[in-house]
């Protein structure tokens, strides 16, 4: 699983700039550890949820039949 470091840039007001090597991303503060600071480095690891995306599909699914099915009728 590949890992980025970013810097925590600054903060402003609820969300933290991060400065990796390829981009500069936005976080709400939520996301991160309590009490980070500007100048602080973090790793971030991204990771593919399977079993929610398989789930989101199915409930996508059958809403779109349900809504076929109230054209018909």
Known sequence: MPITKAT??????TEAVLITKTATIK????LLPVN???G???NITVNLDS???AADKATA???????????TA
Do not use: F, M, Y
């Not at 925590?8 to 007001?13: L, S, V």
């Open 61 to 71: 699914k059958e809403i779109l039949n349900e809504i076929l099915k109230s054209e």
């Open 8 to 13: 925590i840039d600054r903060i402003e007001g």
């Open 40 to 42: 602080e480095v973090i």
């Open 36 to 38: 980070i600071k500007e």
């Open 51 to 53: 079993g929610q995306t």
């Open 27 to 30: 976080l709400p503060l939520t």
